[in-house]
Nanobody, 119 residues
Framework: QVQLVESGGGLVQAGGSLRLSCAAS????????MAWFRQAPGKEREFVAR????????YYTDSVKGRFTISRDNAKNTMYLQMNSLKPDDTAVYFCAARRVNLLAYEYWGQGTQVTVSS
């Protein structure tokens, strides 16, 4: 069992930056592939970025490439999302998720943190 808690959201002007954190409880954080998703009002939840269990591999959706960076610190049981050059379209609730590497679906989800980007 893994519990995930996001933090770091807030209100920022377009062009600004935020860093989200996802703190995981429980053991064996390092065996989980982690990801960030987001859901804007009236829209479906969408994938943002993922990172392998060791942190050696990352993947991003096209709309955030070059602006967002996903990382993790397995010693601290924490994953991060550095968001730069934020746009109003990035406004959403951001969720972190975890899954074991042999599974396709994400098993554990956080409660979400709100990111609002003003124009």
């Amino acid at each position: 069992q893994v519990q995930l808690v996001e933090s770091g959201g807030g209100l920022v002007q377009a062009g600004g930056s935020l860093r989200l954190s996802c703190a995981a409880s429980g053991r064996s954080f390092s065996i989980y592939q982690m990801a960030w998703f987001r859901q804007a009002p009236g829209k479906e939840r969408e994938f943002v970025a993922r990172i392998t269990s060791t942190g050696s591999g990352t993947y991003y959706t096209d709309s955030v490439k070059g602006r967002f960076t996903i990382s993790r610190d397995n010693a601290k049981n924490t994953m991060y999302l550095q968001m730069n050059s934020l746009k109003p379209d990035d406004t959403a609730v951001y969720f972190c998720a975890a899954r074991r590497v042999n599974l396709l679906a994400y098993e554990y989800w956080g409660q979400g943190t709100q990111v609002t980007v003003s124009s």
